[in-house]
Nanobody, 121 residues
Framework: QVQLVESGGGLVQPGGSLRLSCAAS????????MGWYRQAPGKQRELVAI???????NYADSVKGRFTISRANAKNTVYLQMNSLKPEDTAVYYC???????????????WGQGTQVTVSS
């Protein structure tokens, strides 16, 4: 199995910055896609940013130019650097990874527990 541990959320003023981290552990053979999603109250969960194993990235239009996704493969960790935060970025942020496990053998999608990001003055 795989476990994901997220950190880095919190309360920040508009225009501020936060960096989220998500570390994967377990019987991991390799990690394919790593990404971040968010869900605001009363809204559906949406894609924020995603990075493939060859470092290709895709961002939601609402965060382009403000957020940056990166990964440290040696640490099985994905990051989300969030700058110029706006009140509308307030949400619970979830990391998601697609991993290949050695036990049980196979490819799986796993979600983090979520971390709250609140942008408010």
């Amino acid at each position: 199995q795989v476990q994901l541990v997220e950190s880095g959320g919190g309360l920040v003023q508009p225009g501020g910055s936060l960096r989220l981290s998500c570390a994967a552990s377990g019987s991991i053979f390799s990690i394919n896609t790593m990404g971040w999603y968010r869900q605001a109250p009363g809204k559906q969960r949406e894609l924020v940013a995603i990075m493939t194993s060859d470092n290709s990235t895709n961002y939601a239009d609402s965060v382009k130019g403000r957020f940056t996704i990166s990964r440290a493969n040696a640490k099985n960790t994905v990051y989300l650097q969030m700058n110029s935060l706006k009140p509308e970025d307030t949400a619970v942020y979830y990391c998601k990874v697609r991993v290949v496990l050695t036990s049980p053998i196979g490819t799986y999608d796993a979600w983090g527990q979520g971390t709250q990001v609140t942008v408010s003055s």
